[in-house]
């Protein structure tokens, strides 16, 4: 909202080069100061008064994540990362897991190699993971997260509950090892159509 008159549809700009944030454009205004108000569903109210004059430009991105968002993602990164290893386990397709990403073609094209490079690690005979459990760890352990020009970072320490087998150097025979690890991890995430997708991922190896 600009001086308490929300911005309708007719400003929004239709030659955005990126697809998570909005520009709007008023083509006609006074010289003057405004109060402006953005408003999200995931992050706080973000309040300011700028100046307007001919053909300048304003760029508001220093919001704040909602607790309750930060809390909804850091257990999405949890989600995430077991679908995403349930299906490199089960040697699944990139397009089994292509959903959780934002539909961009290049991010597209980066994860699915991505995923394809690491279901190859994750499968190779003699150190293959056979099962996990991922879960986030007490908000004690230091989850963060940020907001730069529409991509929300996150920063979160999973727990990791694992099966992966196991051969010795100078021995043939392969065993199944269980174990458990910490790990902090990063993801970045869209929010487009009332849905967050992810636009980047930190591996977690184990």
Same mark, same amino acid.
């Given at each position: 909202? #600009? $001086?308490?008159?929300?911005l309708?549809? @007719?400003?929004?700009?239709?030659?955005?080069?990126? #697809?998570?944030?909005?520009?709007?454009?008023?083509?006609?205004?006074? %010289?003057?100061e405004?109060?402006?108000?953005?408003?999200?569903?995931?992050a706080? =109210?973000? @309040?300011?008064s700028?100046?307007? !004059?001919?053909?300048?430009?304003?760029?508001? $991105?220093d919001?704040?994540?909602k607790?309750?968002?930060? %809390?909804?993602?850091? @257990?999405?990164? /949890?989600g995430?990362?077991?679908?995403?290893?349930?299906?490199?386990i089960s040697?699944?397709p990139?397009?089994?897991?292509?959903?959780?990403?934002?539909?961009?073609? !290049?991010?597209?094209? !980066?994860? /699915?190699?991505?995923?394809?490079?690491?279901?190859?690690?994750? =499968?190779r005979?003699?150190s293959?993971?056979? @099962? +996990? /459990?991922?879960?986030?760890?007490?908000?004690?352990?230091?989850r963060? /997260?940020?907001?730069?020009?529409? %991509?929300?970072? #996150?920063? #979160?320490?999973?727990?990791?509950? *694992?099966?992966?087998?196991?051969?010795a &150097?100078?021995?043939?025979?392969?065993?199944?090892?269980?174990n458990?690890?910490?790990?902090t +991890? &990063?993801?970045?995430?869209? *929010?487009q159509?009332?849905?967050? *997708?992810q =636009?980047?991922?930190?591996?977690?190896?184990?």
């Amino acid at each position: 909202m #600009v $001086d308490n008159v929300r911005l309708g549809s @007719k400003y929004l700009s239709t030659n955005q080069t990126r #697809v998570y944030h909005d520009t709007h454009v008023i083509p006609d205004i006074f %010289i003057g100061e405004y109060d402006v108000q953005v408003t999200l569903p995931f992050a706080e =109210t973000n @309040k300011r008064s700028i100046w307007a !004059s001919n053909n300048n430009s304003v760029t508001i $991105d220093d919001f704040k994540l909602k607790d309750s968002s930060v %809390i909804e993602l850091t @257990k999405m990164i /949890a989600g995430n990362n077991q679908i995403i290893y349930s299906a490199a386990i089960s040697g699944k397709p990139f397009q089994e897991i292509s959903n959780l990403f934002l539909s961009d073609s !290049s991010i597209q094209q !980066s994860a /699915a190699q991505q995923y394809r490079n690491f279901r190859e690690n994750i =499968t190779r005979e003699g150190s293959r993971v056979l @099962k +996990t /459990a991922f879960s986030v760890l007490p908000e004690a352990s230091g989850r963060q /997260a940020s907001i730069q020009r529409g %991509i929300v970072n #996150v920063n #979160v320490l999973l727990k990791v509950d *694992y099966t992966k087998e196991n051969s010795a &150097w100078r021995n043939s025979n392969i065993s199944n090892v269980e174990n458990s690890t910490q790990s902090t +991890t &990063w993801v970045q995430f869209v *929010y487009q159509n009332g849905q967050w *997708y992810q =636009t980047g991922w930190s591996i977690i190896r184990l």
